[in-house]
Every structure is written in C-alpha cells, then in structure tokens.
C-alpha cells in the first residue's frame, strides 16, 4: 500500500464521497439510516481533518511557503467543517435542521476536497516529489493512529477550541 500522502488523502475523500451519497441517497424517511451515515461521516471527517491539521498542512507550509494562503483557506474551510459536525454531533436525527445542515456540510466539505484535488494536490506534488510526499504519507498513518474519531475527545475539541479562538 503506497505511502504518498495525496495517495492516502485521496483515499478518504473516495470514502467520504460514498458517505455522502449515501445519505443523498436514503430518502426522506430513513431517520435510522441517517443517523448511522452522519455517524460514519462525523467519525471519519474527524479523523481526515485531524491528520491533514496535524500534519499535512504544517509541512507543506514548512516546505512550500508559495502555498501558505492556500492552507490557510483550508484551515478554514476545516474550521467551518469542525462547527458543522460538533453541532451535528449533539443532534438528534429527528431534529426539523438535521437533513439541512447535513446537507450544508456535504456541500462545503464537498468543495473543499474539489479544490484540493483539482488545485491544491499537483502544487504539492510538483512541489515535493514522491519521496517528501511517501514520508509525509508514513507520518500522516502514525498520526491517523492516535486521531480523535469523535468532536468530542480531547484532541477534536482542542482543535475546534483553536480554530474558534485564532
């Protein structure tokens, strides 16, 4: 299985698209169903986030100033990721707003992975080459290890809590 950090990423985001299709998918009435799906996507957002946070974005920032406003928009649209699964977190599935901002937040992760894998990934790629993007790829899988799966654990609310206050 290859390392290539992008590799890796692209891999989530082929997961979370399922996800979310799924959920486009399951009909008005599937209360039980949606809940599971935003569960999957609450869960596996937390853990993509957390390791790009982590570390994907402070290397390529470290080893591609050129790309600094480029993390920084990512950051933020993370930030407003972040907002969205913690308030779906403590939501019940039944709630009136459940299927609308489920709905806002496919479309809003939706365009942020677009971006990177259309105009964020080849910069980095052309920019580090395989063997940088291998390691990061090693570092992200060590950090995937320890991610938080759920917005309320220690290392997803410190994040949030950052996000909020910088």
Known sequence: MST???????QDHKEIRRLF???????????????K?????IEILTVHTY??????????????PDL?????????EHHV???LVVELAGMNPSAERFDAKTTVLIESVT???EEEEQDWFPKVRDGLGRKVLQQIGAEMQEARKKAPRR???PSALKKTVDAVLS
């Open 51 to 64: 390791i790009e946070n982590e570390v994907m974005y402070p290397r390529v920032r470290e080893l591609l």
């Open 37 to 41: 799906l935003v569960d999957d996507i």
């Open 4 to 10: 290539d950090a992008i590799v890796l990423l692209k």
């Open 68 to 76: 600094e406003d480029d993390v920084l928009e990512s950051y933020e």
């Open 111 to 113: 365009h942020h992975i």
């Open 81 to 83: 990721a972040d907002l």
């Open 151 to 153: 917005p309320s654990q």
């Open 21 to 35: 299709r799924e959920f486009q998918q399951a009909g008005e009435d599937a209360t039980a169903r949606k809940a």
